[in-house]
Every structure is written in C-alpha cells, then in structure tokens.
DNA sequence: TTGTAAGCGTTATCAC
DNA sequence: GTGATAACGCTTACAA
C-alpha cells in the first residue's frame, strides 16, 4: 500500500480535497452522507492529516514547550503534570526541555524555539544573573513565555510563584521559636531567583529576631546529592548549628544521612525545615516539618496563563500569581 | 517589521532563498563570502528556518513522543531524564503524553500520533489486557515503537525492562528467609504488565517454599494514595500479615503510614520489601529494603533502542533488553 | 453541497 | 556557486 493523503483518498472517493477536509474538521456545509463515506475510508485506510502540512497551512501548532532545570524532582514532575491536564483538556501538546541547570543549554533551547515551532512557552529558568536578550526575542515573533517558580524579574512575562520570602521569613522564625540559635541556610547557587529569595526571607528573620548572621551560616548547594553530602557534612562539622533550613528536600534528605553518619539527634540536637512537595516528608525518620508548595497547581495555573494569552492576544492577564505555601509542622522541628 | 521569511531574507541579499538554505544547512557549494552575510543578516532579523514548513519537506520532524501513566513517579521522571539526555545529544525533541493509567486515553493518544508528527514513539503500558491493533498500525505507517518497564507481550516492538520476575522472586525468599509466614502482596490492577510478573514471581517463590498462597494474601492497590491507605489498612489488620512485599513505593511508604498509625513496629512485627527508585528509601523510617530498578538506564536504553531503529531502518535491533535491578537490604526487613 | 486553485515556507533537483 | 522551479500535504477563498 502507498502512502495515503489526502489527495488519494479523495480521489478514492472521487470527492475533491476540500471536502475531505471538510469531513476531518467537523464543518456543517457537507453532506452528512459523503461525510460518513470520506470518515469510513478513511478509517479503513488509516488516513489522518498530515500534522505538519496542517500546521504551515494554519500558521499555528498548539504545541507548547516547557523548560525545566530537570524532570526527576518532585516539584517538577508533579508542575508537570498539573500542566500536561490542563493542556490535555485544551488540546495542546507538550514539548519537554532539561536545562539541567545549564545557561548555554537554556539559551540554545530558547533560541531554537523562535522557529515557530511552539505556540508559547512555560519555563522555570536557570540564569536569574544573565542577560536574558533571548527571551525578549521572543516576544518579537509573538511567542509569550509564562514563567513559574524559578522566575527572571527583568524579563516583561507572567509569573507564577509561591510566596517564597514570606515562608522562609516564617521558615526561620518557626526554628528560632523552638529555640535554634545558630540556624543554617541550605540553598542553591544565588543565581536562581528561588534561591536570593528565600535566602533573603532567612535573612531579614535573623535580623528580626536579633541573631546575627554569618556568613558561613548560608551555604551553597549543588544539584549533586554526592557533593552535597560532603558540603553539608563540613558545614555541620564546622559551624554546629542547633537548626537548619532548606531550600529544597534533598538538601534536606541528605542533612538526614549527615547526621545519621554523625549520630547527631533529629530533633534533639539539630532541628530541620525544609522546602519540599514529596509526600515522604512525613515517613522519615523523624517525620520532616516541611514548607510544601502547591506544585500542580502552580503548574496548571501557569498553563492557565498561557492559554488565557494564546486564545486572547490582546487582553491582558494577571502579571504575577502568588499561591501560598503551607508551614506543616512535624517532629523534625519538635521543642524537647 | 513584517514576519520574515526565507523569500525577503533572500530578497534583501540578492540571493536566491537556495542559497538561504544551503547557508544555514552547512552545505559546502556556497561561496563563505556570501554564506557570512547571510548568516548576519538572519541574526540581525532573527531569522529561523520555519519548523513546519521544514518538515513537511523533508517528511521527518526529528521528534518522538513518550506516553507514560504520570509523570510524578521517580521512576518515570528518572526515565525521562536519561531519556531527554540522550535524545538531546541526538537532536531529538520530546513529547510528554501522560495516560493516567485510562486505556481510552492511551488509545486517543496512539490513534492521534498516526499523523506522522513523530519519527517514534517511547512507552510504558496501561493496557496490558486490551486489544492492541491500535499500536499495530503505526507499523504500517513506519512509526516504530520501543516499549520500557510496562511492556505488551503481544505487540512486536523492543522491550527494556528490569528483571522483574527474578527479583519479585527473590524479594519473596528474602522475607521468607528472615522468618516471614505470611507474606502479602501488594500490587497493581493486574492488567499491568509489570504487576502481573511481579505477581508470579513472588507466587512462584512462595509455592517453592512450600507456604501456601492464599487469595487474599495478594491484593490489588490503586494510583490513589489515599485509596490505598484504606485498602492497606484493611487488609493488614484482616490478614495480620509478618512481610508484605509492595510493587511500587508508593505502597510501601503507604504502608508505613498505616503501620504508624496502627502501632505496628517494622521490622518487628511487619517486615517490607519494595520495588524502588527514589534516594529517600534510605532515609524512612526505619530504611526501606529495597529493588532499585536503574530508571536513568531504562530510559536512556529505551531511547537508543528507539534511535538505531530510526537511524537504521533495515537493521534488527536487540529485541528484549532487560536490566538488573539489585535488592538493598535495610533495616525494614531486619531479621531480629 | 461541492470543486478549483492558490499558497503556507521550505528544500531538492536541475540547469546554468 | 548560484538561481529557477517544483513539490511536500493541507486548508481556505472563491466560484459553481
């Protein structure tokens, strides 16, 4: 059998192309009864319009693209999937790029996206201290961007955050309140926005609550549990905090093998607090007291955004979404 | 500025748009003189070779879907990462289909990709029971597929997939060896692929140790969390179970719960085993033993399989490639 | 209700 | 080295 399209079936049928395509797309100015032959064939010659054909044709692809640092973080995938509903239901389609953290790999993606190719893009960045000309490019050929969690503050796009200072602020004081004085900060490279800010909600508690910062108090992470481990050992070495807190919950989950090694008592002698959406919080050993973001739905509202844009050019939509995380205490930060 | 397009780039330059094209796809007849001040001016513009209009060209998109249950699953997120990976370094793009573990939607979302916008397609199974000529006709229009993990016996693609008979089997001696009599399992909906040789393993393994299976010793659990947590509940207290050998770690961390809640010490009285991916095993209370299944290398296996087919039509390619997974031993199966 | 024909933006083929 | 031209498969005016 030779390939089908839409020529040939029509012929088939000695019908012209037109009215296949009137069949396909559900338009009424056709006989019901060439409609039902054309669909009938067309399912015995398994016959579908060609996608691309289609999409050159109609100048537009209902496909849109999402960059991430990396997909095997709970807070991502879970993004994800909230976001893959929603675009379901609309029927979009989801292109998937890893940055894994990587500038150039960020900026080859998004600059191979000014080909037309998606109709918008949701992302969550990786290079808060670079220039960011290769996203304003964008909006040059009518490609909108919506950015979630990690967001670039010079870039003009909708934002979808958690309220990341404010927990953090909280995050803080709610080690402090149970008595920690020399409280740690775990958090990632100061080039992602998520990480400045929630180390700046950190901050501004010490300075609320009197206890004077250091600087080895705030420490860098990386994106390897491996290297992170002998960060944190070296830090808990070093400095002997009484409480830590976490921008993520693997930085949170290795402090746990940390002490372990060190036979340091959770919560006795070291509280914990951390950043994490996993549902594992509460099975560790001791149960983790967590600040948990609200992962799907930060990631179907961003897709909310982008639709809202997409099938309304013109109107604007709300330019920044704050959804509020949630202090949910457990034994990792009991006062003894 | 209007929308630009091959035609007034080559326009602009006294060129042909041939000679546009012979720039930008690095073919060597071209004078470099004029290759550079085509170059220029098509980053002065932002020019990009349209996608579609490439594609219907050329009949290929360098593109491959994957279709997995959910995406919040280290174990499917982990995949996707070694797969992203791979496919990166080969210059293909992803698209992410999620089934949500509903047979029409597998069905709506295969019969959709018969359009030709994938060179091929990457799956995990949720339909292991139904009827599979949907798949079989993405043969006919040269779509190959590569399944991983939740595989179709009956549909003739390459496989990856972990050793999971042998391990089901041996996570079941494992408990038997440490004093278990009564030994549940608890697994998914048995149409999974996956779920029914985990099954047969661990009956397998349980007639040859001669303790008699009982019909409500192996239970079916559900992708529902809280779901779970009640049928888990049930049945711990109906079958007064001493292991309990779980296919995912959802279950097992459910199973935690429900023994906290119960007041049932592990291992003492219940011991767990469980199929898992995630670097949190090592962290519950008390660790988790477990089969690690090496996710990163299924995907990025699947991925290669998927891209010497694709790179090499005529050439058969390894037809069932299976991967170890290694049994972790922790404290949760302590004999005592 | 149907058919004709133009055109979406590329790229391959051939001619020069 | 370069240009003209046809085709990829579809959709949409417009005509009938």
């Not at 004081?173 to 740690?184: F, P, Q, T």
């Amino acid at each position: 059998m030779d390939k089908i399209n839409i020529k040939k079936l029509a012929k088939e049928l000695n019908v012209s192309p037109a009215t296949v395509t009137r069949a396909f797309r559900g338009y009424t100015d056709i006989n019901s009864e060439t409609k039902e032959r054309i669909l009938a064939l067309a399912k015995k010659l398994n016959y579908h319009p060609n996608y691309y054909a289609s999409n050159l044709r109609e100048m537009k692809s209902k496909t849109i693209a999402v960059i991430i640092p990396q997909l095997s973080d709970i807070f991502f995938s879970l993004a994800i999937d909230g976001l893959e509903k929603l675009a379901n239901q609309k029927g979009y389609h989801i292109l998937i790029y890893r940055t894994e953290n990587h500038y150039e790999k960020e900026l080859s993606i998004v600059n191979y996206l000014q080909n037309g190719r998606v109709d918008g893009i949701i992302m969550s960045g990786c290079a808060e201290t670079h220039d960011h000309d290769y996203l304003n490019k964008l909006e040059s050929r009518n490609i909108p961007i919506v950015f979630f969690d990690r967001i670039y503050e010079d870039v003009k796009a909708p934002k979808v955050t958690t309220n990341d200072y404010e927990s953090s602020f909280n995050a803080t004081r709610h080690l402090a309140e149970r008595g920690c004085k020399k409280i740690v900060y775990l958090g990632y490279k100061k080039n992602y926005s998520i990480g400045k800010v929630r180390m700046e909600g950190y901050l501004d508690a010490l300075k609320e609550l009197s206890i004077p910062a250091r600087k080895e108090w705030v420490v860098d992470c990386t994106d390897d549990n491996n290297k992170n481990y002998s960060i944190i050992k070296k830090t808990i070495k070093a400095v002997n905090p009484d409480g830590v807190f976490t921008a993520g919950e693997n930085l949170a989950f290795t402090s746990y093998k940390v002490c372990q090694e060190l036979q340091i008592s959770i919560p006795d002698d070291l509280k914990i607090i951390s950043f994490s959406s996993s549902e594992v919080a509460s099975l560790l050993n001791p149960p983790l007291t967590t600040i948990t973001q609200p992962a799907l739905e930060i990631g179907s509202k961003a897709a909310m955004l982008l639709f809202e844009i997409l099938e309304n050019k013109d109107l604007p939509v709300e330019d920044h979404i704050i959804l509020k995380s949630t202090l949910v205490q457990r034994e990792s930060t009991a006062a003894r």
